[in-house]
């Protein structure tokens, strides 16, 4: 089945810094990838999606890059501010199952 | 819009006692909604999918009998946790989705069990 996870489970940076929250997945048929922000007590917010017919995507602030070669992507948020500060986690889906499934979530820390 | 809210926002229930969880779409009609389970610095895990009027398919290892869903209308779903015990605290989360299949998470309901 499908696993995804990420690489580290809490990243530190400083306000006005640029963070890069990076996440593996295993099922090469992944065709949609999502990343969530969970804030402590919180439900997942959608920030930004990619298909696999694209290699980057770019929103207010985030950008994703994904890389199908090594199944890889990656959720870049410029100029980090203290809202920013919670779990990111990333999702994949398959063959149009629109369930996703989700990351280990890694914890972004952003010091004033 | 696209609004997802649930009820309670956190309980806590004696060992053995039941707890309903509502799951309601505030401004859409959600064909299809999702329950998930997170465990404290975990992910996220999916228990079960339910499409209106239908009964919820559950995912392996979830035990449909003790996590009772019913989504009877196109804007409620209720999970119902029966005789809880310690370890069915968690915090549970729902989604809903609707014709586009995007999902829209709710809140959570923090379930502490004594």
């Known amino acids: 089945g499908e696993s995804v996870g990420l690489h580290l489970p809490t990243l530190s940076v400083q306000e006005g810094d640029n963070s890069i929250i990076n996440c593996a997945y295993s099922?090469?048929?992944?065709?949609?990838f999502i990343w969530y922000k969970q804030e402590s007590g919180k439900g997942p917010q959608f920030i930004i999606d990619i298909r696999s017919n694209m290699d980057k995507r770019q929103g207010q602030r985030v950008t994703v890059l994904l890389n199908k070669t090594v199944k890889h992507l990656s959720l870049q948020i410029a100029a980090t501010q203290p809202g920013d500060s919670a779990v990111y986690f990333c999702?994949?889906?398959?063959?149009?199952?629109?369930?996703?499934?989700f990351g280990r979530g890694t914890s972004l820390i952003v010091h004033p | 819009g696209a609004v997802v809210s649930q009820h309670p926002s956190w309980v806590i229930c004696k060992s053995g006692t039941s707890v309903k969880i509502e799951c309601r779409s505030l401004d859409f009609q959600a064909t299809t909604m999702f329950w998930y389970r997170q465990f404290p610095k975990q992910s996220l895990m999916l228990m079960a999918t339910?499409?209106?009027?239908?009964?919820?398919?559950?995912e392996q290892g979830v035990e449909k009998d003790k996590f009772l869903i019913n989504h009877a209308s196109l804007t409620l779903s209720t999970l119902t946790v029966t005789s809880a015990h310690p370890e069915d605290s968690s915090f549970y989360i729902c989604?809903?989705?609707?014709?586009?299949?995007?999902?829209?998470f709710g809140p959570g309901t923090r379930l502490t069990v004594t």
């Open positions: 339910s499409n209106e009027g239908s009964k919820a398919t559950y």
């Open positions: 999702a994949a889906e398959t063959g149009g199952s629109y369930i996703p499934t």
């Open positions: 989604s809903a989705s609707d014709h586009s299949y995007e999902q829209y």
């Open positions: 099922n090469s048929a992944s065709d949609y």
